[in-house]
């Protein structure tokens, strides 16, 4: 089981901005695609986004496409989760996973493994709220 440092969840208001990270432990960015998967109250777990392994092509579910920005950083062999124009509706545990592939079918974002929890953070809970 792969393991995560995730970081920068919290209280925002609608509108507001907020930047998630993702540090894989034992491993790079070069080895796995990184995910971001998200599950809202009472709501099933939904991929996000996703960046490939460098180069790193990004991927973007039609629900966060124009809002959210995935970026890798290998230096600090980082994935961050660039938030904005949250809405209450992206109340979430926020989880970064490393899969294999990542792709947008009919504007969902589709990755391999899928949402099966293999090699998947602890997550971090982003709440939009006045």
């Known amino acids: 089981q792969l393991e995560f440092v995730e970081s920068g969840g919290g209280l925002v208001q609608p509108g507001g901005s907020l930047t998630l990270s993702c540090a894989p432990i034992?491993?790079?960015?070069?080895?796995?695609?990184i995910a971001w998967f998200r599950q809202a109250p009472g709501k099933e777990y939904e991929g996000v986004s996703c960046?490939?392994?460098?180069?790193?092509?990004?991927y973007y579910d039609d629900s966060v496409k124009g809002r959210f920005t995935i970026s890798g950083d290998n230096a600090k062999n980082t994935v961050y989760l660039q938030m904005n124009s949250l809405k209450p509706e992206d109340t979430a545990v926020y989880t970064c996973?490393?899969?294999?592939?990542?792709?947008?079918?009919?504007?969902?974002?589709?990755?391999?493994?899928?949402?099966?929890?293999?090699?998947w953070g602890r997550g971090t809970h982003v709440t939009v709220s006045s």
């Open positions: 996973a490393a899969v294999w592939h990542c792709t947008v079918v009919e504007g969902v974002l589709r990755t391999t493994p899928g949402i099966d929890f293999t090699n």
């Open positions: 034992g491993f790079t960015l070069d080895d796995y695609a």
């Open positions: 960046i490939s392994r460098s180069p790193g092509s990004s």
